[in-house]
């Protein structure tokens, strides 16, 4: 089974360019998170999508970055304009809702985007 | 003030060495507790989750435990291969798939 695909794995770019990343989660999936993680740091959440809506974004910078869910399926992260502050690897994940009593918490995570910001 | 403090932050052992990594919290309303493993340049790889104070879990030469403050990943006689970054993270209530929220993480190295 194909695990989490995330693409591109390594991204150079000036600050103030844009940027975008594209997830692929496990087929079957209904849950889609996309984290930032800073060197040294855990994993912090961005944006959690229950099939197309995002059902929590509090924590997702507005005013540059975006994301999309097409169709319940693929994701794709953007930001506009990049700051140096950005620089940080970007995790997808994927997890499947089995409904409460059976959920095991894990996330699938891909092997993540890193960007850097000159 | 920090949900999730991992400790310690480095830890080196000999091929063999028995040792364990802390993780406390300080959330109400734990929902469950996860151990992740994640490699250099790599993303985390699930290990365990933990529901409720008392109960443990065993993979291989990784046991975890939990109380209603924190809990230990046990590594008994680790190898090489056992050397990575070691992430805690809560998630607290409602809904199945609320977030998670991570510590900084333990680096593991094993010399042979």
């Known amino acids: 089974e194909a695990g989490v695909v995330q693409s591109p794995r390594y991204k150079i770019i000036e600050k103030k360019q844009p940027v975008a990343f594209w997830c692929n989660p496990i087929?079957?999936?209904?849950?889609l998170y996309w984290y930032r993680q800073n060197l040294g740091q855990g994993p912090e959440l961005l944006i959690r999508y229950e099939n197309e809506e995002a059902v929590d974004d509090s924590q997702l910078p507005k005013d540059r970055f975006s994301a999309e869910r097409l169709k319940g399926v693929d994701s794709t992260l953007k930001i506009q304009p990049a700051e140096l502050g950005d620089s940080a690897v970007y995790l997808c994940?994927?997890?499947?809702?089995?409904?409460?009593?059976?959920?095991?918490?894990?996330?699938?995570f891909g092997e993540g985007s890193r960007l850097t910001v000159l | 003030e920090d949900q999730v403090t991992q400790s310690p932050e480095a830890l080196r052992l000999q091929e063999g060495e028995s040792s364990s990594l802390n993780c406390s919290y300080t959330?109400?309303?734990?929902?469950?507790l996860f151990w992740y493993r994640q490699d250099p340049g790599k993303g985390p790889e699930f290990l365990f989750t933990l529901y409720s104070a008392g109960e443990e879990k065993e993979k291989e030469r990784l046991k975890a435990t939990l109380t209603k403050k924190e809990s230990f990943l046990h590594i008994t006689a680790p190898k090489p291969e056992d050397s990575a970054t070691y992430l805690c993270a809560v998630q607290e209530g409602p809904g199945a798939n609320s977030k998670l929220t991570f510590g900084k993480g333990i680096t593991l190295s094993v010399r042979p």
């Open positions: 087929s079957g999936h209904n849950t």
């Open positions: 994940a994927s997890s499947l809702d089995r409904g409460d009593r059976m959920n095991t918490g894990e996330l699938f």
């Open positions: 959330v109400s309303g734990l929902r469950g």
